[in-house]
DNA sequence: GTCTATATTTCGATAGAC
DNA sequence: GTCTATCGAAATATAGAC
């Protein structure tokens, strides 16, 4: 129970990083001006600039956040031989899809702002501390010690869960989450009939 | 053998879509400047404009093209009832393979600009005489008329076959296509057990 | 059809007061 | 921490000669 700063919540700088992700997701990065982020925060432009060095360091934190989210799913793959990994890859993918509901704004923002996010990649202290996600996966489909059947599953069940809870909410119709994910993970069991 | 323009084949327009689409997916669409592609092309700014009224509009041309190998696919629901739909889904998803790996960089270009594209469709002609076939989808999932594990089903085959061929020619390794073709097929036909 | 300008706009970013 | 004001750069798009 600190008196200062007990919890970021609702800080500034959190209440520009949901703008931004709102506005991402509405018009996407590049044309989204950091004006319009002002205007809806009721602020200017300059008090951006107190809170981020730059606009690409806006998107970078958002990026960081699903980073967060998948990196310890990841690391547990260098614990692991490659047989161990086929066996547990039904599991994770599990626990996989509860991340992507529970944060279902954070994956659409990297689904649909991929070239931006990329670009991030070349730039900053982004390649330093954090190795990409999205390049360590890369590197795992390419890992000849797994079966090339099997690394082809593995990236159809990724993009089989993106591709059906991605539009959930309104898609499918009136139907809660719930029994979308029922069904997600029933449809993801049958690509690993041996798991 | 007409004289005079008797196919595109090689015309300026036809090169500059080649060039945009190049430089659409090593950067980015908004990360483009005309500029880039006038310079690759060996051409000024000024001749584009010849060729096309916007930037918008080059990448509306682009698109269209995917939209047309879409079109005839989705047109043959029309004339299905529910029921057929469904079981006549597995053979349409093994054509639709096909046209993927045929026009792999128009897909790609769907895929990695996904917010640039959204907003072609608020704006111009694509209005008219083109329902967006994103939206079309969109409609269809929705449709109560098929069982809703059917409709999640299809998701995820769409998204599962995206997900394994967009990055086919170098994410597997060296293997040649058709060999990871045949796993996707394969995969794919795990989810629909019945058909 | 392609060129050399140039117009116009918008954006990201900074300086400095409060 | 937020403001006013402005800079400088870059981009789209246009005008008009060749």
């Given at each position: ?11 500034t ?76 890859w ?40 954090n ?10 489909l ?22 059906a ?31």
């Amino acid at each position: 129970m600190q008196t200062t700063e007990r919890r970021e919540r609702g800080s500034t700088r959190e209440r520009i990083l949901d703008v931004a992700l709102e506005l991402f997701l509405e018009q996407g990065y590049e044309k989204t001006s950091l004006r319009e982020i002002a205007d809806r925060l009721g602020v200017t432009k300059a008090a951006l600039y107190y809170h981020f060095a730059s606009k690409e360091d806006i998107l970078l934190e958002l990026h960081l956040r699903l980073h967060a989210l998948g990196r310890d799913i990841l690391d547990r793959f260098d614990v692991l031989d490659d047989e161990e990994i086929v066996r547990s890859w039904p599991g994770l993918l599990d626990e996989f899809i509860d991340r992507v509901i529970a944060n279902r704004e954070l994956f659409l923002l990297h689904q649909r702002n991929q070239s931006a996010i990329e670009q991030l990649a070349q730039n900053e202290r982004h390649q330093a501390e954090n190795e990409d996600i999205q390049q360590r996966f890369r590197r795992f489909l390419a890992n000849d010690g797994l079966p090339l059947e099997a690394r082809v599953r593995m990236a159809c069940s990724l993009g089989a869960i993106f591709s059906a809870l991605m539009g959930v909410g309104g898609v499918f119709g009136d139907v809660p989450d719930e029994e979308i994910v029922r069904y997600v993970r029933a449809a993801v069991r049958d690509l690993f009939p041996a798991g």
